[in-house]
């Protein structure tokens, strides 16, 4: 665990420049002052609006993420961008909660979920060196208990594999946890035969970069290339939850992305033979990984909604979808979801990897146009039943002015003609 090199009994002029901890919690309320000491050691800040109903869910999860940071040396802040205008403009804020990590001159943008384990996880990545050195014997095992998946490089820290390893570190150090020891401490917890050795670590059992021990009779950008892909695929776990924060990530694999889709009711639970479904599908591939593991990548939804956005139609649940991730074609099997059998889940597996399946949608532009028009009309219901007011507001006063510019285009004439008549007609009289 990392030790805090500030301590956090806060000097008081220290808060007076930066403002108040939030009310019961350690979250900081920062200011446009905040601009002038952002690079005074690290931060996790949170930049949000008042009327956003995002942000209201997530205050409650950044006091926990603050209480957990207690000790270690990164501070957790919130700033209110209505208030403080010039901070939003200086950290380029353009929606509502934006999530960052800073430290000296450098922002990163948090995009992962916004759950209390994630965001830990991420500070505390981001605020440690992109690989960090194992020592003890002891701390491997902390490793596996803490951490449900890592990475780690075995044997001396140079040549090629080792200089690739490292910069994939960097470039991956917001998705997962970089490690390095020594072959002695290593042999100990892992099995290998010649080294360097480049593992992976999920979900209990470990897994090889295939070609350490024959990188130095490749070439050097094929070692760069193929570790840096075989990382991007590996940062998974087998089976994970599918998020709309995270499933873009998931994307970026190029595999086939095969979701269960169930409902999670507000307390996260499950329909029982949904649950079941679930964990039949969950069975069936960790039983046969090596089978599957080159071409897809799966999970499970427990929001529907996202698979609705993906078929760009209601889909009832328990279901089963495939996404190609690169030409974003998605595949619904023919069998009834609470009917099929691991043998069916087989057969539909094996008729997307052939091509033999029936491919929907694609990336075309009537599909691009008919993808945002669905997307927008989700949004406008999820503001409605999160901020009915606001919405009248924002929609109804501008309806009420366009009301008004027609009605006087199309009717003025109407009624000054009326008064025309009238005024003719007592003349007449």
Known sequence: MH???????????????????????????????????????????????????????????F????????????????????????????????????????????EFNYNGDRSKDELVDYALRMSGPPVQLVTRTDSVDMLKGSHTIF???????????????????????????????????????????????????????????????????????????????WVNVERFTLFPKVTRFNIHQLLKTKKFLVLAVVQ????????????????????????????YHDKFQFGWIGDPSIAHSIILDQLPTPHLIALNSTTQHHYIPDDDPLQM?????????????????????????????NRALFELKRSLREMWRGNPVLMTVIFGLPLGFLSLIIYSIFCGDCLVTEEEQEEDHEKKE
Request: glycine residues 6%.
């Open 3 to 61: 030790q805090s090199i500030w301590g956090w009994s806060l000097p008081l002029l220290f808060l007076l420049i930066l403002g108040t901890p939030a009310i019961s919690s350690r979250v900081l309320e920062l200011s446009d002052r905040f601009i002038d000491v952002r690079h005074e050691g690290q931060w996790l800040v949170m930049f949000y609006a008042p009327w956003c109903g995002y942000c209201k869910k997530t205050e409650p999860i």
């Open 63 to 106: 006091a926990l993420v603050a209480q957990a940071l207690h000790a270690t040396n990164v501070r957790v802040g919130r700033l209110d961008c209505t208030k403080y205008p010039a901070a939003a403009r200086e950290f380029k804020v353009r929606g509502y909660p934006t999530i960052m990590f800073i430290k000296g001159n450098m």
């Open 341 to 369: 059998t691991p043998q069916a889940l087989h057969l539909f597996l094996e008729s997307i990897s052939n091509e033999s399946a029936t491919a929907y949608g694609g990336d075309t532009y009537f599909v691009r146009v």
């Open 151 to 229: 990475f780690m490089f075995v044997g001396p820290q140079q040549g090629v594999v080792w200089d690739t390893y490292y910069a994939a570190a960097e470039g991956y150090q917001e998705h997962g946890f970089f490690y390095a020891t020594s072959e002695e401490i290593a042999a100990q917890h892992f099995d290998f035969e010649k080294l360097p050795a480049v593992i992976v670590y999920k979900e209990e059992q470990h897994h090889f970069y295939p070609h350490g021990h024959v990188a130095h009779e490749m070439d050097p950008n094929d070692v760069n290339e193929t570790i840096f892909q």
């Open 264 to 291: 999670e009711d507000k307390l996260s639970q499950i329909a029982t033979h949904e649950l079941e479904f679930r964990d039949m599908v969950e069975g069936v591939i960790r039983k046969h990984r090596p089978r």
